[in-house]
């Protein structure tokens, strides 16, 4: 069963702190994989997408990286802000026609003033 | 603006009515999703269309209808639906959708469902 796990569920770092959150696949052969921020009560906002042929991606503070071989990823975050306060997911894409992603179940992060 | 609208933001309904959760993209996307949140699970899939025509119905009970009427609109029709339902039932486009597709998929701000 293709299944997608992030660790911690939970994190809380004072503001000015670099992290890293973590996403495993159990199925290794990805198309893709995609980092999600979800606000309370809102949808979805995509970060950042690794294609199975990239070892990572940036954008601004964000710094993802994908590990195909080992089934995982990471989202680095530099210099963390209270606006990055959200929910962070993680979701690979096995190709098909149906197009699907799966999920992880994510991380809450919350950074302190 | 995340150019993926949905509508009603919050939906609270009884087991024997009917409703329809709207969903409405301006990307130009040919792709549109139909996921469930609920409270400590993971995002899941429950219905895929391509150019208006569905190529995914992941397991879902039929009291979920969906409806594709154009590349543009989505519909979910609701009924006699059950306590478990209750969830935030999120929409989401891509471009286009396939084995070889490495276009993200951008999403609405869902519409919240509660069942009593």
């Known amino acids: ?113 | 603006e995340t150019g993926v609208t949905q509508t009603p933001r919050h939906l609270v309904m009884g087991m024997t009515n009917k409703k329809s959760l709207k969903c409405e993209q301006h990307l130009g996307h040919n792709a549109m999703y139909w996921y469930k949140q609920s409270a400590k699970k993971p995002l899941e899939l429950m219905f895929v269309y391509n150019f208006k025509e569905q190529t995914e119905n992941n397991s879902v009970p039929s009291r979920f209808s969906p409806e594709c009427p154009n590349s543009s609109h989505l519909f979910l029709h609701l009924h006699t639906l059950q306590p478990e339902d209750s969830a935030l039932y999120l929409c989401a486009s891509s471009s286009t959708t396939g084995p070889n597709s490495n276009q993200p998929q951008h999403f609405g701000d869902g519409t919240r469902l509660s069942i009593l």
């Open chain 1, 1 to 113: 069963k293709q299944e997608v796990t992030q660790i911690p569920a939970a994190l809380s770092v004072p503001e000015g702190e670099n992290l890293v959150l973590n996403c495993s696949f159990t199925d290794s052969a990805i198309y893709n994989l995609q980092w999600f921020r979800q606000d309370p009560g809102k949808g979805l906002t995509s970060l950042l997408l690794i294609q199975s042929s990239q070892r990572e991606q940036t954008s601004g503070r964000l710094n993802a990286s994908l590990d195909k071989s080992s089934g995982r990823s990471t989202l680095y975050i530099a210099a963390s802000q209270p606006g990055d306060s959200a929910t962070y997911l993680c979701a690979v894409y096995y190709g098909g026609s149906q197009g699907n992603l799966i999920f992880g179940k994510g991380t809450k992060l919350s950074v302190k003033p």
